[in-house]
């Protein structure tokens, strides 16, 4: 059972405004709705769980979930204060899924056969991640601000969603994460990394998978 764990509990604090980015209207539907769509007609995908603010779970429920008629969506769990505590959140509720594919919310063009591509990756490798490969050059920077080196363009990839992972992998490099106190970890192919459990897969994503962050991203 492949299962799908969409993150929508951020406060998008960087898009600014009086509504949560993840409710904002794309082609008169809200941005979240569209995102799982996505999951909803994949047939890779069995079950999807929504994970959104604690006050925001009654009207996901029925203003996106019943509304749009996203049948696959088994439950609407309540986040926690980083993104992690919110991944753990949405692995709780599926215990009997045996991969698992988590999405950022905000990146509503996630199209049917990416999903389906990282859901196949997850078989295959236990651990992989969609990413593009970089089309700039990029520097790693030393403390103070200066370039250290320049890394090798044909090696750097920007990594996206979905991530998707064996089930129990993924709860252990979570577990692993929280008894070893680590820090800074961006995404759940960091966690997986930093665990030691498993290599990452880089599995082709798409440049049109964009996140929305900042109010510049709308347009696009």
């Known amino acids: 059972m492949t299962a799908a764990v969409v993150l929508a509990a951020g406060a998008g604090k960087r898009m600014g405004g009086d509504v949560p980015k993840q409710f904002l209207m794309i082609g008169g539907r809200p941005m979240i709705a569209v995102t799982l769509e996505a999951f909803e007609h994949c047939g890779a ?3 999807v769980v929504l994970v959104t603010g604690a006050e925001h779970t009654e009207y996901c429920r029925k203003e996106i979930v019943e509304k749009y008629g996203l049948r696959k969506v088994r439950s609407v769990a309540a986040g926690g204060a980083e993104r992690y505590d919110s991944v753990l959140a949405g692995l709780m509720a599926v215990p009997d899924a045996d991969y698992v594919l988590i999405h950022d919310g905000a990146r509503p063009y996630v ?4 999903i389906r591509r990282t859901a196949e990756g997850a078989v295959r490798y236990g651990a992989c991640t969609a990413a593009v490969p ?3 050059t990029i520097k790693l920077a030393d403390e103070e601000g200066f370039i250290a080196r320049t890394l090798p363009r044909k090696r750097t990839w920007i990594i996206q969603t979905p991530q998707a992972f064996s089930y129990e992998l993924i709860v252990k490099a979570h577990a ?3 008894e ?3 820090e800074d970890v961006t995404d759940d192919a960091m966690c997986v990394e930093r665990s030691g459990l498993a ?3 880089l599995v082709e994503g ?3 998978n964009i996140k929305i962050t900042t109010p510049e991203d709308l347009p696009r």
């Open 45 to 47: 995908v069995d079950a």
């Open 111 to 114: 199209t049917e056969e990416l």
């Open 134 to 136: 970089a089309k700039d």
């Open 176 to 178: 692993l994460m929280r």
């Open 180 to 182: 070893q106190g680590m």
């Open 199 to 201: 290599r990452v897969k």
């Open 206 to 208: 798409s440049y049109a």
